[in-house]
């Protein structure tokens, strides 16, 4: 079985799980408006190889008739051409023990401090 993101004005409104033959019947509707996206891609890599469309097509996803891009996480992030997905201005802190979190309204990544007990 595949799946297969509808799309509507460019934007997936649906995902469904058909063999293409059952769906050029057009018991889902137009065929042309659906577009074949496989669970196994993000950024454009896939494990066998053989990526489709830059991602997998979740709901609120755009097509560009390219691949698939998630929705945009905050304003200041741009997309990746050649992942489809959204970067932050300045890349995530690593730091051993340490969580951290987006704050958009500073365009900055804040350390997530848990409270003690």
Do not use: C
């Not at 950024?43 to 997998?56: V, W």
């Not at 698939?68 to 690593?94: G, I």
């Not at 051993?96 to 350390?111: A, I, L, N, Q």
């Amino acid at each position: 079985m595949s799946h297969f993101a509808k799309v509507e004005n460019g934007v997936v409104t649906q995902v469904i799980v058909i063999e293409q033959d059952v769906l050029n019947l057009g018991h889902w509707g137009d065929p042309a408006l659906w577009v074949q996206t496989s669970y196994n891609t993000s950024g454009g890599q896939h494990p066998e190889g053989r990526p489709m469309h830059k991602n997998y097509a979740g709901i609120g996803y755009t097509w560009d008739g390219t691949g698939f891009a998630p929705p945009q996480p905050y304003p200041s992030w741009t997309k990746n051409s050649s992942t489809y997905l959204w970067e932050a201005p300045t890349p995530m802190p690593v730091v051993e023990g340490k969580m951290f979190k987006w704050d958009e309204p500073t365009t900055s990544w804040v350390e997530v401090v848990t409270p003690t007990v």
